[in-house]
């Protein structure tokens, strides 16, 4: 059974903190992570993805992985409001397979 | 980028009609497309994986016969909630990717309402 945990929060972090969001995965065989942000009431919206064993900056978000502790966590420094959502961490094996989502976490950035 | 176009964003039907959901890749083709079902305060529940050309293939507990799926060109997919019941109401959310290499895209989603 593929399962995804994450920590489902409400996560609360002041506005210009470091927001850590952490993601553990049971299927050794996962071979792509992806970060998805959800507002209320709206469809996911792809952060990045990492492949590869390490860290991965975009802007302010960096994806971290470790495949040998199956883990992946995504930082999102200097945290603006705008940033309060769900987000939601899927991994999925290699190819065109479906993404397998965890529950999410929700971030409040408080203002 | 790649973009996946959701039609209707939204849709209230009367129980026991039948809904049709369509899902658009518009800048790439996509033989492979993903339904998703989305309760209130819940995370994303993958229905069945779309295939040009060929069946769908449903995940356990979904009904096959309640939830047809179409696939029927290279850039469309489209699911039809039959017989709708209130129990049906809930966000629904196409996906599609663009290359083994890229992220996956989601169409905007479409919230149904079975009153």
Redesign the interface.
Known sequence: QKEVEQNSGPLSVPEGAIASLNCTYSDRGSQSF?W?RQYS??????I??I?SNGDKEDGRFTAQLNKASQYVSLLIRDSQPSDSATY?C?V?L???T???????TRLSVIA | GAVVSQHPSRVICKSGTSVKIECRSLDFQATTMFWYRQFPKQSLMLMATSNEGSKATYEQGVEKDKFLINHASLTLSTLTVTSAHPEDSSFYICSARQGNLAGYTFGSGTRLTVV
């Open positions: 992806f998805y009431g709206k469809s996911p919206e792809l990045m993805f492949y939601l899927a999925t290699s190819g065109n479906p993404l397998v989502f965890g529950k999410g």
